[in-house]
Nanobody, 123 residues
């Protein structure tokens, strides 16, 4: 099993940047494909970005493509999400998730989750 803990959220103005980090513990991070997901009030959870176990493949939702970058550092057991040019529609609780299958993460789910970190973007 793997345990996940997100950090780095906050309140920013539109156009600003934030870097979210997901710290992992337990089973080796390189066992898992990883993803970032978000859920805004009154909306269902949506996938934001995914990265394969070896880091060679990445996926981005159309809404964040060109603005967000997912990365992993297996030596540090972290997965980061660099978010640039933030927009009010990016406001949500952001979760990192892990699954053995990259395809499953790209399809929008995981079987290990963190507790989430709030990102609020004001206009």
């Amino acid at each position: 099993q793997v345990q996940l803990a997100e950090s780095g959220g906050g309140l920013v103005q539109a156009g600003a940047s934030l870097r979210l980090s997901c710290a992992t513990s337990g089973r080796s991070l390189n066992t898992y494909a990883m993803g970032w997901f978000r859920q805004a009030p009154g909306k269902s959870r949506e996938r934001v970005a995914a990265i394969s176990r070896d880091g060679g493949s990445t996926y981005y939702a159309d809404s964040v493509k060109g603005r967000f970058t997912i990365s992993r550092d297996d030596a540090k057991n972290t997965v980061d999400l660099q978010m640039n040019s933030l927009e009010p529609d990016d406001t949500a609780v952001y979760y990192c998730g892990a699954h053995l299958s990259y395809r499953v993460v790209v399809d929008g789910t995981a079987n290990y989750w963190g507790q989430g970190t709030q990102v609020t973007v004001s206009s």
